[in-house]
């Protein structure tokens, strides 16, 4: 048996307490200038490794399936996961407790002061530096795929991409048929041995 056939399975650490969840939460909120995600992936899988890359990306994916917010749907899913009901809760209120106090501060100084022409360039820059960790995300939530080498899995993100990014079709109804479809595509091709 030679040392490439040999799977690595990458080390995971013990899932946090309540008050750890909290903290974690509330530490990636904090840091998410634009959005959680980005910082969310990098803690969860690569920072603490309280979930494989995989892991993350099919909870990730179930979050994206459901209602409201995906990051807010993930605190809820990953502290459940992890902690129960007290762990749901924890996530929950790390990743929304303190940006909702700093938000409220912010807006009140927005309505006073936000007409300045330096406010708005400033703003301008936090654009594009927030696009640019996004698609940072977006790279290292596909490796798995490339792992894989899922010929299908890049299928089905291609066609959604072009649904929804191209085309500009409701993501729903999107969701709606891309979800099962793939499901179904999975299952008849492993059945097949593929």
Not at 147 to 160: D, W
């Amino acid at each position: 048996m030679s040392s490439e056939s040999i799977a690595v399975k990458p080390v995971r650490s013990p899932p946090p307490g309540v008050v750890g969840m909290f903290l974690a939460f509330a530490k990636m909120s904090l840091m998410g200038f634009g959005g959680v995600m980005v910082w969310a992936r990098r803690a969860i899988v690569e920072q603490h490794r309280w979930l494989t890359a995989e892991e993350f990306n099919d909870i990730f994916a179930l979050c994206h399936f459901l209602p409201g917010p995906n990051i807010v749907n993930l605190s809820v899913v990953f502290g459940a996961r992890l902690g129960g009901l007290s762990g749901a809760i924890a996530a929950f209120l790390g990743l929304l407790l303190p940006p909702v106090v700093i938000v409220t501060i912010l807006g009140v100084l927005y309505t006073q002061y936000g007409q300045f022409e330096r406010l708005q360039h400033a703003l301008t820059g936090v654009v594009a530096v927030t696009a640019g960790l996004f698609l940072g995300t977006v790279v290292k939530m596909m490796q798995p795929l490339w792992k894989q080498r899922s010929v299908i899995g890049f299928l089905f993100l291609g066609a959604v991409f072009a649904a929804v990014g191209v085309l500009r079709l409701p993501l729903p109804p999107v969701l709606l048929t891309a979800v099962p479809l793939s499901l179904v595509t999975t299952w008849w091709l492993k059945g097949r041995g593929v």
